[in-house]
């Protein structure tokens, strides 16, 4: 008879209950098959290979503990909790709403990592069953990529034809308050836009208006929507409402000191400066908050603690 690592066996059994995990959700997570968990659990599973399942379940829990461990140091220099209403994600929300407000086409472009998709996950939560949210990528670039992820949110037959896949999203979404928000617009090819741009104009024979889409992205978006003056642009640049374009240096300090509140309570000013700094850098919010999460990870939030970890991390600005 095989040993069993019965310390192992007893952590297993703890975390199935504390996750509160079936058999059959717990072993794709696990990277075991269903009917080997089954019979290592029992101490059945003398024919396999106990030591690989146990290797497996060794390496799972570690990694579960370093989390565990990091969660722990973090939790006194907590960052804000859930949305954080900074200056330039208020203002992405405030343009969305506009857009389902008013309908037609808004442009929300600008630099990485400032917020602009914060605010529209924020909208989508706030607002989840009139919202379509689709993160484009460069393998969903073309027309019919893009329809299929919207026919999905839809819950629309996707293996139709092209034009009645266009259609009957239409007809879905025309004569209500639903809006398209379409993030890394910029991967999105212009025929794609040129045609969803459609879906914004009123019908001429009912007078029912069109809906309204949010393009989110780089400036790319910008220059393929409105860049060019040319004749096969001129629909864009008259379907398009609002246009709005942020920056890194749009973040102000009062959104640094909203963000890192702990360092705000312990009047941590040049810590504040010198993240703020790098908000203001082509590295914005988000490698401002990687760097100082990686601080927090290493037990040294202090401005030395900061310019170690943004040295490590390849930002050398400062």
Not at 253 to 279: C, H, T, W
């Amino acid at each position: 008879m095989k040993n069993y690592n019965a310390e192992l066996q007893a952590r297993l059994e703890r975390f199935l209950e504390e996750e509160n995990l079936s058999q059959a959700k717990a072993a794709p997570v696990l990277g075991i098959s269903q009917a080997v968990l089954s019979q290592y659990r029992r101490s059945a599973y003398d024919k396999g290979d106990i030591g690989e399942v146990e290797r497996k379940l060794a390496e799972f829990f570690w990694i579960k503990d370093e989390q565990a461990e990091n969660i722990r140091k973090a939790e006194p220099y907590k960052l804000a909790p859930g949305y954080v209403p900074t200056s330039i994600s208020e203002g992405v929300y405030k343009t969305i709403r506009y857009c389902q407000l008013e309908k037609g086409i808004v442009v929300i472009d600008g630099d990485a990592g400032i917020g602009k998709t914060k605010a529209a996950a924020k909208f989508l939560q706030d607002n989840p069953t009139t919202t379509v949210y689709i993160k484009a990528s460069p393998c969903t670039s073309t027309l019919r990529s893009l329809m299929r992820m919207i026919a999905r949110a839809l819950k629309i037959p996707e293996n139709q034809r092209t034009e009645e896949l266009s259609f009957a999203i239409q007809e879905k979404l025309r004569a209500t308050d639903k809006i398209i928000i379409i993030d890394e617009a910029q991967n999105i090819k212009f025929t794609a836009l040129e045609e969803v741009s459609r879906w914004t104009d009123e019908d001429m024979f009912t007078g029912r208006p069109g809906i309204g889409i949010v393009l989110i992205g780089n400036v790319e978006v910008y220059n393929k929507m409105l860049g060019k003056q040319e004749a096969i642009f001129a629909q864009q640049f008259n379907r398009t409402r609002l246009h709005s374009r942020y920056h890194t240096t749009d973040v102000t300090r009062s959104d640094v000191a909203q963000l890192f509140p702990v360092l705000q309570e312990k009047g941590m000013e040049k810590e504040l400066n010198y993240l703020y700094s790098i908000s203001h850098s082509k590295w914005g919010v988000r490698g401002m908050v990687n760097v100082f999460n990686n601080a927090v990870n290493n037990e040294d939030i202090s401005l030395e603690g900061l310019q170690k970890m943004a040295a490590t991390m390849g930002i050398r600005f400062i």
